[in-house]
Nanobody
Framework: QVQLVESGGGLVQPGGSLKLSCAAS????????MTWVRQAPGKGLEWVSG????????NYANSVKGRFTISRDNAKNTLYLQMNDLKPEDTAVYYC?????RGPGTQVTVSS
C-alpha cells in the first residue's frame, strides 16, 4: 500500500531554513504527481506546492513562492521541500501527499 514518511522538521528561527524529505513506497513514485500540504494550528489543510512526475513542472502557493523549492529524486523515491526565509506563519505540520493520501507529517515551528 502507499506509504509516505516525512522527515526534517524542527524548530528554526525566523529567516532560517529547513529541508523536508518524504520517503515514498508502495506505488510507482516516478509516475506520480506529488504535493506538499500543511496544516497550521487551528486551521485547515493548505496546499503548498506540487511537482510533476519528472520534476520539470512545479507550482507554489503565493504564500511560499520565492522562498520554498520542491524537488524529487525518482531514483531514491524521495520528495523534498527546501524552505528558506522561514516566517512564523510557516509554522505547521507538513505533509507530503499523493492524491488524497498523506504521511504522518513533520512539525515545523518557526519562532525566536
Amino acid at each position: 500500500q502507499v506509504q509516505l514518511v516525512e522527515s526534517g522538521g524542527g524548530l528554526v528561527q525566523p529567516g532560517g531554513s529547513l529541508k523536508l524529505s518524504c520517503a515514498a513506497s508502495g506505488f510507482t513514485f516516478s509516475s506520480s504527481w506529488m504535493t506538499w500540504v500543511r496544516q497550521a494550528p487551528g486551521k485547515g489543510l493548505e496546499w503548498v506546492s506540487g511537482i510533476s512526475t519528472g520534476g520539470s513542472s512545479t507550482n507554489y502557493a503565493n504564500s511560499v513562492k520565492g522562498r520554498f523549492t520542491i524537488s524529487r529524486d525518482n531514483a531514491k523515491n524521495t520528495l523534498y521541500l527546501q524552505m528558506n526565509d522561514l516566517k512564523p506563519e510557516d509554522t505547521a505540520v507538513y505533509y507530503c501527499a499523493k492524491s488524497d493520501i498523506r504521511g504522518p507529517g513533520t512539525q515545523v515551528t518557526v519562532s525566536s
